[in-house]
């Protein structure tokens, strides 16, 4: 089954504790990408990948990190988190061909509180 | 840049009326992507079209129709005698088709409750 897996699907942890919300596609997709959903803002890009080694910052990318070094997997890190993000994240991937813009797959998302 | 402005916050119906749902955007690119998401109560984020701002058709699918202008930058989305499964949060979104920004845009969602 084609499908965007994320893990964890919800996590409570404390300021400044370092931690890693897995991504990976099975779908072969060049393009994947991280947003935050919070109450009245809808979705924010947080990161972009457009391949394996080739990361770009979104709207919001302050205290995040990612990495490709695999097309599957797109990891979000963050080094040190602060309660204001406690937020729904998710994680998305696409076909993308030059000048063409398909359609997003969309993770289940992973709701983090930071206390 | 970007804008993606979907007014309404939430919209409320009966089952069986119609309702539309609007979006209106801003872009400065003369090619662009024009999408909707829906988000059921379970949480999800679903595909339910893509648009090309070179294609003014309007498209329908089912109870779904969507209504594309251009000269209003208008991406309006219908929905004919509506029904409580079709309860969930709306997403209109912007993505320029070129270039070097592939930053999507998205609007802030407008959440529909259909009532039995």
């Known amino acids: 089954e084609a499908q965007v897996t994320q893990n964890p699907r919800y996590l409570i942890t404390v300021t400044g504790k370092k931690l890693t919300v897995t991504c990976s596609q099975n779908m072969n997709h060049e393009y994947m990408s991280w947003y935050r959903q919070d109450p009245g803002l809808g979705l924010r890009q947080i990161y972009y990948s457009m391949n394996v080694e080739v990361t770009d910052k979104g709207d919001v990318p302050e205290g995040y990190k990612v990495s490709r070094k695999e097309k599957r997997n797109f990891p979000l890190i963050l080094e040190s988190p602060s309660p204001n993000q406690t937020s729904l994240y998710f994680c998305?991937?696409?076909?993308?061909?030059?000048?063409?813009?398909?359609?997003?797959?969309f993770g289940p998302g992973t709701r983090l509180t930071v206390l | 840049a970007q804008k993606v402005t979907q007014a309404q916050t939430e919209i409320s119906v009966v089952e069986k009326e119609d309702v539309t749902l609007d979006c209106v955007y801003e872009t400065r690119d003369t090619t662009y992507y024009l999408f909707w998401y829906k988000q059921p109560p379970s949480g999800e984020l679903v595909f339910l079209i893509r648009r090309n701002s070179f294609d003014e058709q309007n498209e329908i699918s089912g109870r779904y129709s969507w209504n594309f202008q251009k000269s209003t930058s208008s991406f309006n989305f219908t929905i004919t005698a509506s029904q409580v499964v079709d309860s969930a949060v709306y997403f209109c979104a912007l993505s320029p088709a070129s270039g070097g920004s592939y930053i999507p845009t998205f609007g802030r969602g407008t959440s529909l409750i259909v009532h039995p």
């Open positions: 998305a991937s696409s076909l993308r061909g030059r000048d063409t813009y398909n359609e997003q797959f």
